[in-house]
Each structure stands twice: as structure tokens, then as C-alpha cells.
């Protein structure tokens, strides 16, 4: 279902923008001219695109929540995937013991490299 609703937002986008690029703009020096067309049925079209437009805008609207209530969890997910939560908090655990390792790991090459540059400052000393 998430993905009908996609599928759908994607198209009603794209006829979105088509109805928006078809209607005539109603200000500036472009409406100055177009007046005429008024009089020859042009109207109920401007009407029909207005409709279609706001339309489309309530359907994008309504598929976009309408996806985020089948989207759900990530945690959801994973077990419909058949892993369950004791095996996500195993993985997270993982994870954190493996950041706390590189930075144990970072804090003695740190100590080494000054261990190593107090003992050449006391070999130039003695010399």
C-alpha cells in the first residue's frame, strides 16, 4: 500500500504541474491582451483547470499522510522482516563497545606520540 501511495503522489505531482504550466497567468501585461479569449468559451477552461488544480494539490496531500501511516516503524519493519528486538539492541550494543574500542585505541596512539616526543626532547637535552 506505501507504495501504491508513491505511485500515486508521482502522478498527481507531475499533473500538477502540467495544469499549472496551462493555465493563462491572470496579472500582469499578459492578462491585458488575453481578455478577448474570455468571451470565446476560455472561461469554463480557467474554471476546469482551477478545480483540477486544487484537486490535485488535496490528492497529494491526501496520499502523503495516507503513506505515512503505512510507512511505519523502522522497528515495525524489522520484525515483520523476522528479526526481532533483542537482536537490534545486540546490534546497537555492538556497535557502541566498537566506538568506544577506536576511541581507546586513538587515546594510547595519542599517548605514544607524546611519550615518543618527551623522549627526543630529553635526548636533545642531554647532548
Given at each position: 500500500?506505501?507504495?501504491?501511495?508513491?505511485?500515486?503522489?508521482?502522478?498527481?505531482?507531475?499533473?500538477?504541474?502540467?495544469?499549472?504550466?496551462?493555465?493563462?497567468?491572470?496579472?500582469?501585461?499578459?492578462?491585458?491582451?488575453?481578455?478577448?479569449?474570455?468571451?470565446?468559451?476560455?472561461?469554463?477552461?480557467?474554471?476546469?483547470?482551477?478545480?483540477?488544480?486544487?484537486?490535485?494539490?488535496?490528492?497529494v496531500?491526501?496520499?502523503?499522510?495516507?503513506?505515512?501511516?503505512?510507512?511505519?516503524?523502522?522497528?515495525?519493519?524489522?520484525?515483520?522482516?523476522?528479526?526481532?528486538t533483542?537482536?537490534?539492541?545486540?546490534?546497537?550494543?555492538?556497535?557502541a563497545?566498537?566506538?568506544?574500542?577506536?576511541?581507546?585505541?586513538?587515546?594510547?596512539?595519542?599517548?605514544?606520540?607524546n611519550?615518543?616526543?618527551g623522549?627526543e626532547?630529553?635526548?636533545?637535552?642531554?647532548?
Amino acid at each position: 500500500m506505501f507504495n501504491f501511495c508513491i505511485i500515486m503522489i508521482v502522478i498527481a505531482s507531475i499533473l500538477l504541474i502540467l495544469a499549472v504550466l496551462v493555465q493563462s497567468p491572470k496579472s500582469g501585461m499578459a492578462a491585458n491582451f488575453g481578455a478577448a479569449n474570455q468571451t470565446m468559451g476560455v472561461r469554463q477552461t480557467s474554471d476546469f483547470l482551477e478545480k483540477f488544480t486544487w484537486a490535485m494539490i488535496a490528492a497529494v496531500v491526501f496520499f502523503t499522510l495516507l503513506s505515512v501511516v503505512f510507512s511505519g516503524s523502522n522497528n515495525e519493519k524489522a520484525v515483520e522482516a523476522g528479526v526481532s528486538t533483542d537482536d537490534i539492541e545486540n546490534i546497537v550494543g555492538q556497535q557502541a563497545s566498537v566506538a568506544e574500542t577506536e576511541e581507546a585505541n586513538e587515546a594510547e596512539e595519542a599517548e605514544e606520540a607524546n611519550e615518543a616526543e618527551g623522549s627526543e626532547e630529553t635526548e636533545d637535552q642531554t647532548e
